[in-house]
C-alpha cells in the first residue's frame, strides 16, 4: 500500500516528565474536522491539512497536535468517502506507526469506545522506537473509524502518567 511522504504526525525531539495532575496539562474539548468526534487534550492544538494518499485513495488528512510536558498529543484524521475503505487505511495507518519511528508494536489490543463504532475494532497500539538522533521514544496510539472517516490519536514521548493516557483516550467521543 504505497504512501506518499511519511504520515508522522510531529517533529521527534521531546524529553522530560509528565504527571496526570500536572499543572502543565491543561484539558480541553476539540473537535476534529467533519465534527464526527470530539477530544480532550492538554494544551491548545495547531490545526494543519494534507494531502496524502492512504491506502491507495487520496485524502485530506487533518492533524490537530500540541505539546506539554514534554509529550505531544494529537489527533490525525482523514474521510475516505467510502466506508469499505477504512479498514485498509487504518492498516496502513498502524505500518506507518513502525517505520516511521523505526520500531515495532510491544503492545495492541482492541478496546471499546463508549457510544462509537465497534467495527472494525479500535486499536491501541504502544510502539518503541528512535528519534531521528538515535535516542528511544515510545508512542501510544488509538486507530479507530467512525462512518467514512479514519482515526489516530497519538501520545508521543515524554513520559506521560497512566492516568494522563486514561484522560487522552477515553476523552474521544462522538460529538453532540
Excluded at 500500500?1 to 496539562?25: H, I, N, Q, W, Y
Excluded at 494531502?51 to 485524502?59: F, N
Excluded at 517505520?99 to 471499546?112: D, F, H, P, W
Amino acid at each position: 500500500m504505497p504512501a506518499t511522504g511519511r504520515l508522522s504526525l510531529v517533529p521527534l525531539g521531546l524529553a522530560a516528565f509528565v504527571t496526570g495532575c500536572s499543572p502543565t496539562l491543561d484539558w480541553r474539548q476539540v473537535r476534529p474536522e467533519g465534527g464526527a468526534v470530539t477530544l480532550l487534550l492538554p494544551c491548545k492544538p495547531e490545526r494543519r491539512t494534507r494531502a496524502v494518499v492512504l491506502a491507495d485513495v487520496s485524502a485530506t488528512v487533518e492533524v490537530l497536535a500540541c505539546s506539554a510536558g514534554g509529550t505531544t498529543w494529537g489527533m490525525t484524521s482523514a474521510d475516505l468517502g467510502e466506508p469499505a475503505r477504512v479498514g485498509p487505511a487504518l492498516a496502513a495507518l498502524r505500518a506507518a506507526r513502525t517505520t516511521n519511528l523505526e520500531g515495532r508494536e510491544t503492545e495492541a489490543r482492541a478496546v471499546r469506545l463508549a457510544k462509537l463504532a465497534a467495527e472494525p475494532a479500535p486499536l491501541r497500539l504502544r510502539v518503541e522506537g528512535r528519534k531521528p538522533d538515535g535516542q528511544p521514544i515510545v508512542e501510544h496510539s488509538l486507530l479507530f473509524a467512525h462512518g467514512s472517516r479514519v482515526f489516530q490519536a497519538v501520545v508521543l514521548g515524554g513520559a506521560p502518567s497512566a492516568r494522563a493516557l486514561e484522560t487522552f483516550f477515553d476523552g474521544i467521543e462522538p460529538a453532540r
